[in-house]
């Protein structure tokens, strides 16, 4: 059974930062697409990074342009994993942030897109 599940969210005021984990598990992820997106009430989903691995050390990365220079995504093959460094958070950041991984190597921003999701964690950025 695919299980994606994310960790690492919270209570952090404007200027902080938070490190989201997302563990993978149920088969290997190495050639899936990652990606973060998230979700502020009223609001729909939206995209924030994506990481697709190419070779040896070389992966393809993209950004939402609201977060570009803030976050950054990686990933652990080994680990099955893929985490997202959060720094100088708004409060404009606050939303359930999800983990999702798609099967294909070309990286999409459209949530419908992606096959497998984890069931959120809350970031919460006080002003």
């Known amino acids: 059974q695919v299980q994606l599940v994310e960790s690492g969210g919270g209570l952090v005021q404007a200027g902080g930062s938070l490190r989201l984990s997302c563990a993978a598990s149920?088969?290997?992820?190495?050639?899936?697409?990652m990606g973060w997106f998230r979700q502020a009430p009223g609001k729909e989903r939206e995209f924030v990074a994506a990481i697709r691995w190419s070779s040896g050390s070389t992966y393809y990365v993209l950004y939402a342009d609201s977060v570009k220079g803030r976050f950054t995504i990686s990933r652990d093959n080994a680990k099955n994993a893929v985490y997202l460094q959060m720094n100088s958070l708004k409060p404009e950041d606050t939303a359930v942030y999800y983990c999702a991984a798609r099967p294909l190597d070309v990286i999409t921003t459209t949530p419908s897109q992606y096959n497998y999701w984890g069931q959120g964690t809350q970031v919460t950025v006080s002003s």
């Open positions: 149920g088969r290997t992820f190495t050639n899936d697409v």
